[in-house]
């Protein structure tokens, strides 16, 4: 249906003989009559879209798009009117008119029908007794037993994530962890902020909103943040790789997401990345750092109540940047995998018991690797390595091969300067997807999985200035993950909650 010149036109297919009837009338309706073999075009005039409004009702002599109504005869009348944009606007209800005299000259249009306008039909009397059988039937047809669909090509207001909501913390965050520190069944926001020495606690104020921040002193240039459980008492500590004083902070929770003052440990020469897993099966969690300064990895044993033993140290690539502690060749002992920025490697150190781990193996990766995660990406039970690769602009993904060995990287294009990577299903299809964070476009990028650990092509979200951490989790309960973001020189964190 459309409007030109203040003259509203209408195009009725009749699929039965392959011809076309074109109505056409200088008010404001026009009067459609047809039968069961036709079908109605509704076409937006600027963009070409066609728009199929099929129904269904309860009725057995008249079927209509909604909305509509009923009144004392049956036939059909379409109204026109043109919105701002110039769209014509069509609502379709039943009415006492008689219908009006069909017009046939439209036989240019008649192809062009017969090939566009598949599955829109509507079904109604003959159009020869419409008026008769409407006003002698007594059924009708309402909104309430009516079904209608539109088909456009808008796309949603809101594209899995909503715009980013903001809340300040220290100076130059670095790290973000998001765990539920006060047992509330909330997730709370941790973060490392490394130009004021200090950690920001920011409690969930519910349905994904945060409290400002209370503060926590830790170590000097404090780099990475971890939130685990480290003396059996089911409330989450903090622990804290310090860059700039060469030491772990461990501030055990009080309760209440409080934390004491900081404990802190020796590990090697400017540590940048910090894991908190129990790699001895003793029950108790236990250290692990990068150090990037002497291309080391340390462990430092968890010797219960929250303390931990003197490091042992690992030669690892050059300039360890990130580190994760996940089980990949199915022996039940977490290995050790290390993002090597300055040799564009990933080490892989397998666990051989008690704590211990053999010397690395290395798998190119792309420029300048900072960041690390492990996750199940092709549904083969066997976990596979992500890494953002910070001087290429990708993400590469390394297939496990079985027995923890891997595939060569295959690589996706993201944003400027990738600096944190995280894998989790975001879109609920069971499939892991990679998220990153672009500290040169100040974006997040999503990359769906299409399957077979394959990827699909990067939609990016805005965040904060030079995004520098990444979590990926439920903060409001709603059972979908949620994007936390450190932003690095804006001094704040960005909350996108998933539509």
Do not use: W
């Amino acid at each position: 249906m459309f409007k030109v010149n203040g003259s509203i036109s209408a195009l009725n297919y009749l699929s039965s003989n392959q011809t076309c009837q074109l109505f056409s009338s200088n008010i404001s309706s026009v009067f459609v009559e047809f039968n069961s073999n036709s079908t109605l075009l509704f076409l937006n005039q600027l963009s070409g879209t066609i728009l199929n409004q099929p129904s269904t009702s309860t009725s057995s002599s008249s079927s209509v798009a909604a909305p509509s109504s009923t009144t004392a005869a049956g036939a059909v009348v379409a109204t026109a009117s043109t919105t701002a944009a110039g769209i014509v606007a069509a609502t379709v209800s039943t009415t006492a008119a008689g219908a009006a005299a069909a017009s046939t000259k439209a036989a240019a249009a008649v192809a062009a029908a017969s090939t566009t306008a598949a599955a829109v039909a509507a079904a109604s009397t003959t159009a020869a007794a419409a008026g008769a059988a409407a006003a002698s039937s007594t059924s009708t047809t309402t909104s309430s037993t009516s079904t209608s669909t539109t088909t456009s090509t808008t796309t949603s207001a809101c594209n899995l994530f909503s715009n980013q909501i903001t809340y300040p913390v220290g100076s130059n965050p670095r790290s973000v962890a998001v765990v539920d520190v006060n047992n509330d069944n909330k997730s709370d926001i941790i973060v490392g902020n490394y130009g004021s020495n200090n950690v920001s606690v920011l409690l969930n104020a519910g349905s994904g909103t945060f409290n400002a921040q209370t503060t926590y002193s830790v170590g000097s240039l404090p780099y990475s943040v971890a939130v685990v459980d480290v003396n059996n008492d089911n409330k989450p500590d903090i622990i804290v790789a310090n860059s700039g004083s060469n030491t772990t902070s461990v501030l055990l929770n009080a309760g209440n997401g409080t934390f004491l003052q900081q404990t802190t440990y020796s590990v090697g020469s400017l540590p940048y990345s910090v894991a908190v897993v129990d790699v001895n099966n003793d029950n108790k969690p236990d250290i692990i750092v990068a150090n990037s300064g002497s291309n080391t990895t340390s462990v430092l044993l968890n010797a219960g109540s929250g303390t931990f033993l003197h490091q042992t140290t690992y030669s690892v690539g050059s300039t360890p940047y990130a580190v994760e502690v996940v089980d990949v060749n199915n022996d039940n002992q977490p290995d050790i995998i290390v993002a090597n920025e300055g040799s564009n490697t990933v080490s892989v150190l397998f666990n051989v018991g008690n704590g211990t781990f053999l010397h690395q193996t290395t798998y190119s990766v792309g420029t300048n690797p900072i960041s690390v995660a492990i996750a199940d990406v092709n549904g083969d039970n066997k976990p596979d390595i992500v890494v953002a690769n910070f001087g290429s602009n990708t993400t590469g993904v390394l297939l496990n091969a079985g027995n923890g060995t891997f595939t060569n990287q295959a690589t996706y294009s993201v944003g400027s300067a990738p600096r944190s990577v995280a894998v989790i299903d975001v879109n609920k299809d069971i499939k892991p997807d990679i998220i990153v964070t672009n500290s040169g476009s100040s974006t997040v990028s999503v990359l769906l999985n299409a399957g077979n650990g394959t990827f699909l092509s990067q939609t990016t979200y805005s965040v904060g200035s030079y995004p520098c951490s990444i979590v990926v989790i439920d903060v409001n309960n709603d059972d979908k993950h949620d994007i936390v973001v450190a932003n690095r020189a804006s001094n704040d964190v960005s909350v996108l909650l998933h539509c």
